[in-house]
């Protein structure tokens, strides 16, 4: 079993490493791309399959920026986060808490007349909620934070480390540009939007390992997260019961913020 240490890393190296490891986790949907829409059954397919081969080349990458000392390192599945003890409440209890950060469009579509979810291709589903949170956050948390924690510390690591998950989403431009999709002006705007929002999730994802010490309470999250979409602020005003709705958001965010440390005590998961 490897045995990784990363406390000989400079704050320079640390950064470097992981804006390495962010750029590879990129680029790999690039060499497979065939040139068709991101939704096409082929991109689909080469996509999944590029993210999970950078997934099991990533903890070769680790070994690489390791001391390689024998003795006094942590063993990977540590490193990364992967645990039996206290995994049922790490599947359980960050779920509750995003649910309940979620109160206000669960009501928003629980009362509405409109569908929930649309008919989604297969492909697409497996792509949306499984494939991407599993393979993004196994790289941008489970093997980013330790290249970064040991010299930024929990709270800088928490901050910097989603700076590279929200910039890893600027590739979509690059889409859009090349097939023109969007003018410059509104694919720039959708991507800033897009990076703020993924870099303050990856902020409270990051919290989320940091202290429950459970890659998995990341992925189940990301996984519910992405099923729920953004939230339509604009259509509260527009439902057939307002005043429900928009209370529901603003409890939900309270509870959120209530439940947030109790619902994470590190204890809850024998970390």
């Not at 079993?1 to 400079?10: D, E, P």
């Not at 956050?137 to 901050?159: A, D, K, N, Q, Y």
């Not at 700076?163 to 859009?176: I, K, M, R, S």
């Not at 003018?183 to 303050?200: D, N, R, W």
Request: neutral net charge.
């Amino acid at each position: 079993m490897w045995a990784l240490s990363f406390s000989h890393l400079s704050t320079w190296d640390a950064l470097v490493a992981s804006f390495g490891l962010g750029c590879i986790f990129v680029l790999s949907l690039y060499v497979v791309d065939p040139g068709l829409p991101r939704d096409h059954p082929t991109t689909i397919r080469r996509r999944i399959a590029a993210i999970l081969c950078t997934c099991l080349a990533a903890p070769c990458y680790l070994w690489l920026w390791s001391d390689g000392t024998a003795s006094g390192g942590t063993s990977l599945p540590d490193v990364l986060c992967i645990r039996r003890a206290g995994l049922i409440q790490a599947l359980s209890y960050p779920l509750l808490l995003v649910a309940v950060l979620y109160a206000g469009p669960i009501i928003q579509h629980v009362t509405s007349d409109e569908p929930w979810y649309a008919n989604e291709r297969k492909d697409i589903v497996v792509r949306n909620y499984l494939a991407a949170p599993f393979a993004e956050e196994f790289v941008f948390r489970g093997c980013m934070v330790p290249l970064l924690l040991p010299r930024l510390g929990i709270t800088c690591t928490i901050v910097f480390c989603p700076l590279f998950f929200g910039l890893a989403h600027v590739h979509h431009l690059v889409e859009w540009a090349k097939r023109g999709e969007a003018t410059l002006v509104e694919a720039c705007k959708t991507i800033l939007a897009q990076v703020c929002y993924t870099s303050i999730y990856g902020m409270f994802s990051a919290f989320l390992l940091l202290r429950t010490g459970h890659l998995v309470s990341a992925i189940v999250t990301h996984a519910f997260c992405n099923m729920m979409g953004f939230p339509d602020f604009g259509g509260v005003r527009t439902h057939s019961r307002p005043v429900l709705v928009g209370v529901s958001y603003v409890m939900g965010l309270a509870g959120f913020f209530l439940l947030l440390k109790p619902l994470t005590e590190p204890n809850l998961y024998s970390q």
